[in-house]
């Protein structure tokens, strides 16, 4: 399940049950937006990559961009 999370400036993030120690890090986009469709967090930055840590594992949501196709010609 997924909520909008306020700790992570309103990113849709894991919801973590109540009581389970993890670690949610927002993996920021290092290089170019061009014309790309990219997902932003709450302060403008581009977002690449969400990443949870458990004690039994981790899970990556990688945020891809989203082609736009235009005329070449």
Do not use: F, N, S
């Amino acid at each position: 399940m997924l909520h909008h999370c306020a700790g992570l400036r309103g990113i849709i993030a894991p919801l973590v049950p109540d009581g389970m120690r993890c670690k949610v890090e927002v993996v920021e986009r290092g290089d170019y937006v061009g014309r790309e469709i990219v997902r932003y967090d709450g302060e403008g930055r581009p977002i690449q990559a969400l990443v949870t840590t458990r004690d039994d594992g981790m899970d990556c949501a990688v945020l891809a961009p989203l082609a736009a196709v235009g005329r070449a010609w």
